[in-house]
């Protein structure tokens, strides 16, 4: 916290008296106009009250309407006994010191209502937000602590889809959050790339993987391979489902049956019959694409051995090729290592037009197995696992029921994701020393979490209290205007053409843009995103192509024009910086000024209030009420063709909006546009 003599010379010399502060260490003075009123009024009403200033410090709470005052306290709160809360809230109302920082103090009832000065918000909160820029709302509440955010976290060879999205934009936000509060950030991208999909992706891609379309587009490539190689796979197993289903029906015929179970099991018997030809057509089908040179390609499917797909060559082949990778075969973990590497670098990309970057790509693959196996035998001392045909489990009702039970080891010996994420934590644990961790997990994995933190509970890791799941609800509907469900590469194209198709239709304005496709890409990034973030992220929400191209209502294209247009304001006014830092905000008499001027001392608020919730949409519906307010000023307060001084003034605030406008767009990953 600031010193107290430098916060009240400060004050002094914007022309007020000196004010009386209390220096509760939790606030932060110089950085946030709300926390310096707390300070103010607790100094100077402890000693009318008799009530602790910490207490007045916590118990000061933000009003929404105006009339009801900046700041209020509802005096049960305080919890004085004996005394009539109405009464004594009139009391010290009446009893209140005159203050330069405050317009008036009032009596409501039972609460005590504090009206600040505007003027002092305008000499104090402006230069603060025109010097600091985007540094304004920081605090140094997270300053010798280090978090790690991981989000994200796409499958290898697989594009981006829905859910990838949210959590990489929410997973974003809350890194920049945390940083802006002063914590060490450390951004983890946890890729799903390890697995028998990988021995699964090396069956397709020897047949017809093609080089040059690697290197050039290698996600939607190997995306290609694993369809079509699945497709494969899952057929056999429908014939090897199907194949087993017969077996136990001619098995459960050769037992004594009623008359009736009898008559039954022969019509399911009869159907399956009937349905395996169909099902063995697919699958040749299915291997002759796989395989050209098939000898199945020519023969009846009334020749084909049933057992031929039964025995799943594909899955043997596949599970051979993954257990080579597990024992460490260079060949095989080379092709891998390629998929890999350049799925990684095809990620950039996209991260890059979402503003998102990472400390470190990690991924299931690269946690060791001596850390797993660490894990397993912690819990094995404490007694907590139980064996099962030779797999090891935890139960975990004893605890919690809710939990039910947990595999940890498979009877073979390999891990699986629990033991994956809790060697992942304690190796992160131990090479970073972290103060908190946060995963960026759909809703569905609530129980998978819920999980992986008893467990680091269990296992009495020093971290285990400092876990956070922040979790998010599905996307429904999102595909393309056409109506097919596509990946957010293509969502963006679709966005961005339809975003230039709207700003040509203003052709003296399309002129003046140097930059019309990237201004276009970034409009239809931002409709995106905002669709996203502007509901409670635990909610689903459904993909309105309509509603999110819009620039009307709340959306991210009315962001980016509300942004657009304030800086046309500050562009043909053509004052200076410091012609506009030396303005006489005496000038700034209009009511609506006054509503704008409370709503921007209110950001370095919303951003706490963000940093406690994890909820993008706090910051997002501020951004939409501060917008709004600026529409609802440019009908009075006006800049051009005024006189200068007033000119001046006017600006200054509307420049202070377009800085917060700003400095809130960037915080949520968008790119904030000068002209469209």
């Not at 946890?190 to 993987?209: E, N, R």
């Not at 799941?469 to 097919?484: D, I, L, W, Y």
């Amino acid at each position: 916290m600031a010193d107290i003599e430098e916060i009240t010379a400060k004050v002094s010399a914007l022309g007020f008296d000196k004010p009386s502060l209390y220096p509760a260490p939790t606030l932060n003075l110089s950085g946030n106009p709300f926390d310096l009123f707390r300070s103010h009024i607790a100094a100077l009403l402890a000693p009318i009250s008799g009530v602790a200033p910490d207490l007045l410090v916590t118990s000061l709470e933000n009003t929404l309407l105006p009339e009801r005052g900046d700041m209020v306290i509802a005096i049960p709160r305080l919890r004085i006994k004996g005394q009539d809360p109405e009464q004594l809230a009139a009391k010290w109302a009446e009893e209140f010191p005159k203050s330069d920082l405050l317009d008036k103090v009032m009596a409501r009832g039972k609460f005590l209502q504090f009206f600040f000065n505007p003027l002092f918000l305008y000499r104090s909160v402006i230069p603060m937000i025109l010097k600091e820029n985007s540094s304004y709302g920081n605090s140094s509440i997270g300053a010798g602590k280090r978090v790690i955010v991981e989000f994200s976290s796409p499958n290898i060879a697989k594009p981006f889809h829905a859910g990838h999205l949210r959590s990489t934009i929410i997973g974003g936000f809350l890194s920049s959050l945390h940083e802006r509060h002063g914590f060490d950030v450390i951004r983890i991208n946890y890729l799903g790339d390890w697995g028998k999909q990988f021995g699964l992706l090396a069956v397709g891609f020897k047949t017809f993987g093609n080089e040059a379309e690697l290197e050039n587009d290698p996600i939607n490539h190997l995306f290609k391979v694993y369809v079509t190689v699945n497709s494969a796979h899952s057929s056999e197993k429908s014939v090897a489902d199907k194949v087993e289903e017969i077996a136990n029906l001619e098995k459960k015929l050769e037992t004594e049956l009623s008359e009736e179970d009898k008559t039954r099991t022969t019509e399911a018997l009869k159907a399956s019959q009937e349905e395996l030809p169909k099902l063995i057509a697919a699958a040749r089908d299915c291997a002759v694409i796989l395989d050209p040179n098939s000898s199945l390609k020519n023969i009846d499917i009334s020749d084909i051995d049933p057992n031929v797909f039964a025995s799943r060559p594909v899955d043997t082949e596949a599970k051979a090729y993954f257990k080579a990778m597990e024992d460490g075969d260079a060949s095989a973990l080379a092709l891998w290592s390629r998929f890999r590497s350049l799925s990684i670098k095809k990620y950039r990309d996209t991260y890059k037009r979402l503003n998102i970057s990472y400390t470190e790509y990690s991924g299931e693959s690269q946690v060791k197995e001596e850390s797993m196996q660490r894990v397993i035998d912690i819990l094995d001392k404490r007694g907590l696992l139980y064996t099962d045909r030779g797999a090891k489990l935890l139960d975990f009702k004893p605890f919690n029921k809710k939990l039910g039970k947990a595999l940890i080891q498979k009877s073979d010996g390999a891990s699986l994701y629990l033991t994956r994420d809790l060697g992942a934590a304690l190796e992160r644990y131990e090479k970073y020393k972290f103060d908190k961790m946060i995963y960026v997990v759909a809703s569905q994995q609530d129980l998978h979490l819920a999980q992986l933190f008893k467990l680091m509970e269990l296992c009495e890791f020093p971290f285990a209290k400092n876990m956070q799941h922040v979790n998010f609800g599905m996307v429904q509907g999102m595909s393309t205007r056409r109506g097919t469900v596509v990946f957010l590469d293509t969502i963006l194209q679709e966005t961005q053409q339809a975003m230039h198709d709207v700003m040509k239709k203003n052709e003296a304005k399309y002129e003046q843009i140097d930059n019309p496709d990237e201004v276009a890409d970034l409009v239809g990034i931002s409709a995106v995103m905002i669709q996203d973030m502007q509901a409670k992220r635990v909610n689903n929400y459904e993909f309105n192509w309509q509603r999110m191209l819009s620039f009307e209502g709340d959306t991210g294209p009315y962001l980016q024009y509300a942004h657009s247009r304030l800086c046309s304001v500050e562009r043909r006014a053509g004052f200076s910086t410091e012609e506009i830092l030396a303005a006489d905000y005496t000038l700034l008499t209009e009511p609506v000024a006054g509503e704008l001027m409370r709503v921007l001392a209110q950001f370095p608020e919303n951003l706490l209030f963000a940093l406690r919730n994890s909820e993008p949409s706090t910051v997002v519906s501020y951004l939409f009420k501060l917008t709004h307010i600026v529409s609802s000023c440019y009908n009075v307060l006006w800049v051009a063709g005024q006189p200068d001084e007033l000119a001046k003034a006017r600006l200054a605030l509307y420049c202070a909006a377009r800085g917060v406008l700003r400095s809130g767009m960037v915080l949520l990953g968008l790119t904030p546009v000068e002209r469209m």
